[in-house]
């Protein structure tokens, strides 16, 4: 998997977005994935789940589950990119449009088409403004498209909870997951 800073990736890829707080630091990933990877990672990743779990999310998970999970999506075929600043709790929000906008950006130079991003519900409109200030100076011709879902919905956000969740907690996390991290932008 090719990332975003390195070269432009040969075809253009998909991105799944989810973030992590942890210690007044916002963390706001994104995984890369190519299209022909696509359905065989929901697959593999649907596999992890335990009987009668439908979703992923490191922070529901006991450190025992969290090792053997992160090891195995550290082995992936993809990259993820984490967009970090300062925050507090009366600008969590702005930090995080900071993040998207830059990913936006990101994203956008790469040519890449899709974003799906772990919904917040009535937060998503948010994220909804940051990008189509982005988009709106962008020829038509781009063919960005972006859509919240709720993560039960689609596993590859759970690349993005993984790598967040364990990225943030740093030590031993941080090492299990950065084989998949492709950069780390500090804002």
């Known amino acids: 998997m090719v990332g975003l800073r390195k070269a432009p990736p040969l075809v253009a890829v998909h991105a799944f977005m989810d973030e992590s707080e ?8 994104v995984a890369l994935v190519e299209p022909a990877q696509l359905k065989p990672l929901r697959r593999k990743l649907a596999g992890l789940l335990m009987p009668g779990q439908r979703e992923l999310h490191f922070y529901h998970e006991k450190p025992p589950r969290r090792r053997v999970v992160a090891d195995k999506i550290a082995r992936l075929p993809i990259a993820v990119r984490i967009y970090q ?20 950006t990101d ?6 088409h899709r974003l799906v991003i772990d ?5 998503d409109r948010f994220d909804a403004k940051t990008i189509r200030n982005q988009l709106r100076d962008q020829p038509a011709s781009c063919n960005f498209s972006y859509d919240h879902h709720d993560s039960k919905q689609e596993p590859l956000c759970w690349i993005a909870d993984a790598a967040g969740w364990c990225f943030g907690a740093g030590g031993d996390w941080r090492r299990r997951i950065m084989p998949i991290i492709d950069d780390v932008i500090e804002l």
């Not at 942890?22 to 990933?29: A, E, F, P, S, T």
């Not at 994203?107 to 890449?112: M, R, T, W």
């Not at 919904?119 to 937060?123: H, K, T």
């Open 22 to 29: 942890r210690d007044r630091r916002y963390y706001l990933c």
């Open 85 to 104: 600043t300062a925050y507090t709790p009366k600008t969590d929000e702005i930090a995080r449009q900071e993040c998207l906008d830059l990913a936006i």
């Open 107 to 112: 994203l956008l130079k790469i040519g890449s």
């Open 119 to 123: 919904s917040r519900a009535e937060r």
